[in-house]
């Protein structure tokens, strides 16, 4: 009787310290292999998203612009040129095409670096349909006359992120746009017996500072906002600037996107160039199509 009592009790204790050990180290292990996990899951974020906090992105696509420009150039010699609406009095086109082009640089968490490049070619002909002082010509009514207006703006800017999520982030941009702008008018051919024509060209540097803000709206969806603002005089340049872009990215596959968005930059320069001296007041607005590429190793981004 006392063996079979024996055998009984030596399996029960036996599966007792087991049971103990079980409850002792299980769910300290558990503990532990659940903390990587979520470590793991809260640092690699990003990772899950191709097109999300890669180091390099490359976008290149076409702009829709419609366009409001007021012009005035005189000469520095006191005569005041007459203001011209681009498009109502020289028959430009409010609507054009453009292309458009941006490289975007992580360089840490927190910093990224931007540059951008813009350009729009303009022409135009018509019968004037009020007298027209340009420059060192006078242009009178029913004469004809052509037009261009050619224009590119580069621009470079940094941004630091205030706040730095896996979903989100937002933060202060400050930058520079540079214009380079020529503007010219001359008299169509049979319409005078000497070449009349004038151009104006000025190259005008616009800093400004502005806000940020980028999203992650779900597997394949992100959102980017941007505005921009500043007043300042440079040398010979007196300028006013205010921009904005916002843009809803598509991940097609992988690290390649499609963005859509708005964007629109609005400004006014007051410039002297040798003789001549005016001002450009000038305001596109209008939806973008683009291409977008990302590149290079994750930036980590971690939640706090």
Do not use: C
């Not at 730095?164 to 010219?184: C, N, R």
């Not at 160039?273 to 290079?296: H, Q, V």
């Amino acid at each position: 009787m006392k063996k079979l009592v024996y055998l009984l009790i030596i399996p029960l204790t036996l599966f007792s310290a087991k049971a103990q050990t079980t409850a002792e180290i299980n769910p300290e292990n558990t503990l532990i292999s659940t903390n990587n996990d979520d470590r793991k899951l809260l640092n690699n974020d990003a990772d899950d998203l191709p097109w999300h906090a890669r180091r390099f992105k490359v976008t290149a696509g076409a702009f829709f612009p419609v366009n409001n420009t007021q012009i005035q150039v005189g000469r520095n010699n006191g005569q005041q040129g007459t203001e011209i609406d681009l498009e109502d009095d020289l028959g430009f086109s409010k609507s054009s095409t453009s292309f458009l082009g941006t490289f975007d640089w992580r360089i840490s968490r927190r910093s990224r670096l931007g540059a951008e490049y813009f350009v729009l070619n303009r022409n135009s002909s018509k019968t004037l349909q009020k007298e027209i002082t340009f420059g060192d010509n006078t242009y009178n009514i029913n004469t004809r006359v052509s037009a261009f207006f050619d224009v590119q703006i580069a621009r470079v800017a940094y941004g630091y992120a205030i706040l730095s999520k896996p979903k989100y982030e937002a933060g202060l941009l400050i930058g520079a746009h540079v214009l380079f702008a020529d503007l010219g008018l001359r008299v169509e051919a049979n319409q005078a017996q000497a070449e009349v024509r004038d151009n104006f060209a000025f190259t005008a540097p616009l800093p400004d500072v502005g806000i940020w803000g980028e999203f992650v709206l779900g597997k394949r969806f992100g959102l980017y906002a941007n505005a921009n603002y500043l007043a300042l005089q440079i040398d010979n340049i007196d300028g006013r600037i205010v921009s904005y872009n916002l843009s809803l990215l598509y991940n097609v596959h992988e690290n390649f996107s499609l963005t859509a968005g708005y964007t629109g930059l609005n400004f006014k320069i007051d410039a002297v160039e040798d003789r001549l001296n005016g001002f450009l007041k000038w305001g596109y607005n209008g939806p973008t199509i683009s291409a977008a590429y990302t590149f290079g190793n994750h930036v980590k981004l971690y939640r706090h």
